[in-house]
């Protein structure tokens, strides 16, 4: 792989559900330039600064090389290893261990080159299935327990971006942030054009509320409140579309009384919106057609009741009949899917997983394994657990208790710092051959560097673990690692695309989808309709109708929250410190606060303080604005200490979180603080 060349690839960044084409212009083991694809047909040619950042990961003299062992937990006690003593020493553990007693957990570092595909997940999970460990879904840190909320509903596919742009006539960000989904944009800016209104609703005035016609700004862990007050409005004054509640829902007698007590003005002095704002959205939204939601993929669902904003809002397109219809419905959201969309999900191997003791895929159960010593060893595939699980302190506890944690990754991260024992060094996304899947697209992301130094994908070490650990030989039956992507590709969906027929067309595929969600108004339920009335949740002991519950009364008096940034990204690449022009531009954490909570405290902007609460505090910088309303506070995710301030508690019961073939055990991730100067 020598002399010069330009390489079609994707970012590795894996903002879903707007994935971004990129061209890298390579020469002998090195990077020379990264820029946006023009044929792209989802980015079009855009590139963000996070895109633009990914050339920094080749050749970065922070980069994992060789694996390192340490018998000692210390900064001190790492030592260079060959690849069979690190890998005979983790076999060795796993059989000491148990399966059982074995947990094997990934992040959006895994996906940097097969978000969409899953294909790396998939083998990790291939490979807990045929060992009989504890495998966890990694959906539960990110957009798992808002689709559970949408689901329990029944409309979890979404319509395009393109359908949006060409179609909606009223586009309501509810939570959703273009920093997240920044290839949405384009398409926001179209539907403008064409005279729709945009309205953005978020705990802060985002990036998305400088494209918006109206800003509307309410409590944190208030959005289900919010859903019943437009419900009252558009029931009680009939704006209801009665053809489609009669044919394809159930329940609407019993939410039309359920709602009658859900007054905009009950829903004012709960969200601190103006009732009459509320009324006004209410008729807007129920008499302009079509009429979509896009609904935040995942910062807005982390609170105790954040499942039940996505259910209650998903009701909405319900009663006003702009499901199944172009422009209509729910919109982008990340990890949802259009209408047609799908894998063939075979390479699971469902059917070899033995029976056994498994630890649920809820968060604050695995926090629990850890801590009790049911999980004793641990491996890691890209991600930072000590940055991404809530209420860290106790994670910390469980990770320091563990046999031996073994973390593979491309950097070193807050969890290999403090707790690894064995860190193994991976591949990049232009190292080896993967595969992408946007709402729309597939696009093979071909291999462009040979692999620095001892560097190894998790494909690799899954196969030689496996002979060290007496698997099945049937555990990796491919010949090279086209054959686990065509294995997934192979679906109806995908046109049973496989790596030589995607390499043959230039590495972009079309899917097999419609722009349209749920066009044959058939849905997520048991009874097909969307369901208002759930007696799948009443069985799971949750509310059968759409409900708001507070969040925990608290002493503290600011509700904090966290979300994504236009430099971040989730916690792979260290959470972008690894990465020069991230780490510059976004250099220390730093916390939004009101002008009047700052002033009540003596803060000026740019002061050090201290951010704390019962579980523990953290340090930063305040960031003093008018964008973000007294009582909040925000602060980008991901920062080293930042979770040790959120609650590790579960959302939803055990029985709950496999209801859906993603992971919905996320912990509450709530949090009451108190601010003081340093």
């Known amino acids: 792989m020598t002399g010069r060349r330009t390489v079609r690839t994707m970012c590795p960044m894996s903002c879903h559900p707007t994935l971004c084409g990129m061209l890298v212009e390579v020469e002998d083991g090195r990077v020379l330039s990264v820029g946006g694809d023009k044929d792209n047909p989802d980015s079009r040619g855009f590139l963000c600064v996070r895109g633009q950042a990914a050339g920094e990961i080749i050749g970065n003299p922070k980069r994992l090389l060789r694996p390192l062992i340490r018998a000692r937990r210390s900064a001190d006690g790492w030592r260079e290893a060959g690849w069979d003593e690190a890998l005979d020493l983790i076999a060795a553990r796993m059989k000491a261990a148990g399966r059982e007693a074995v947990g094997l957990w990934s992040g959006h570092g895994l996906f940097a080159n097969n978000y969409g595909t899953r294909v790396g997940a998939h083998l990790l999970r291939r490979f807990a299935n045929f060992f009989g460990c504890q495998w966890w879904s990694p959906t539960i840190i990110c957009w798992g327990l808002g689709a559970f909320g949408i ?155 954040g499942w039940q904003g996505g259910r209650a809002i998903a009701c909405l397109p319900a009663l006003t009949g702009d499901l199944g219809v172009p422009g209509g419905g729910l919109g982008p959201r990340h990890g949802a899917r259009t209408h047609g969309q799908d894998l063939n999900n075979d390479i699971l191997a469902l059917d070899r997983r033995p029976l056994g003791r498994y630890v649920p895929d809820q968060m604050s159960r695995i926090t629990e394994a850890l801590v009790d010593g049911r999980v004793r060893v641990l491996l890691l595939a890209g991600t930072d657990m000590m940055s991404s699980f809530a209420e860290t302190g106790r994670v910390g506890e469980g990770l320091e208790r563990s046999d031996l944690v073994v973390v593979h990754d491309l950097f070193m991260n807050d ?30 992301t071909e291999q462009a560097l040979e692999p620095p130094g001892e560097t190894r994908s998790l494909a690799w070490i899954l196969r030689q673990l496996a002979p060290r650990l007496g698997l099945a030989a049937d555990f ?59 007696e799948r949740a009443l069985t799971l002991g949750l509310p059968p109708l759409p409900v708001f519950e507070p969040l925990p009364a608290s002493s503290y008096p600011l509700a904090f929250r966290q979300g994504r940034t236009l430099t971040q990204f989730h916690g792979f690449y260290d959470h972008g410190r690894a990465l020069p022009s991230l780490a510059a ?54 920062w080293e200490g930042l979770n040790e301030l959120t609650s590790g508690r579960p959302c939803i019961p055990d029985a709950a979180v496999g209801l859906f073939p993603f992971g919905a055990g996320q912990a509450a991730f709530d949090a009451m603080v108190e601010v003081e100067a340093v």
């Not at 290999?416 to 093979?444: I, M, Q």
């Not at 090279?480 to 590709?489: F, K, R, T």
């Not at 049973?496 to 419609?514: D, E, M, W, Y």
């Not at 000026?604 to 909040?632: H, K, M, Q, S």
Request: with cysteine; net charge negative; hydrophobic share 40%.
């Open 476 to 534: 990796y039956p491919w010949v090279d690692d086209d054959g686990p992507i065509d294995a997934v590709l192979d679906h109806p969906s995908t046109g049973h695309a496989t790596v030589a027929a995607l390499r043959a067309a230039g590495g972009i595929g079309a899917l097999r989808i419609s722009h349209v969600a749920h066009p044959d108004r058939r849905f997520d339920t048991p009874s097909g309709k969307v369901e208002f009335y759930s």
């Open 151 to 305: 689901g329990l509903t029944g409309a979890l596919e979404v319509n395009t971006k393109e359908d949006m742009g060409e179609h909606s006539r009223l586009i309501v960000l509810w939570g959703a942030n273009l920093a997240s989904q920044p290839n949405t944009g384009r398409y926001l800016s179209a539907a403008r054009r064409r005279g729709a209104h945009v309205v953005t609703i978020d705990v802060r005035e985002t990036e998305t509320a400088g494209q918006s016609d109206e800003f509307i700004v309410l409590k944190p862990g208030t959005d289900a409140a919010l859903a019943l007050g437009l419900m009252h409005v558009i029931i009680g004054e009939r704006r209801h579309d009665h053809d489609f509640v009669a044919k394809h829902t159930i329940g609407f007698e019993a939410l039309a009384d359920h709602v009658k007590a859900a007054s905009p003005e009950w829903a004012a002095a709960i969200t601190g919106i103006p009732a009459e704002r509320i009324a006004a959205l209410a008729r807007r939204y129920a008499d302009t057609r079509p009429a979509m939601i896009l609904i935040g993929g995942s910062s807005m669902h982390k609170g105790a009741n």
């Open 415 to 444: 969890t290999a710092r403090r707790f690894a024992d064995v860190v193994l060094p991976s591949t990049s996304w232009l190292e080896e051959v993967g595969c992408k899947s946007t709402n729309t697209h597939l696009y093979l």
């Open 585 to 638: 531009a976004d250099p220390e954490p730093r916390l939004w606060i009101a002008q009047n909570d700052a002033a009540a405290r003596g803060l000026a902007d740019g002061a050090r303080i201290r951010i704390f609460n019962e579980r523990g505090e953290f340090e930063a910088r305040a960031l003093v604005t008018r964008r973000i309303p007294a009582g909040t506070v925000w602060m980008r995710d991901g």
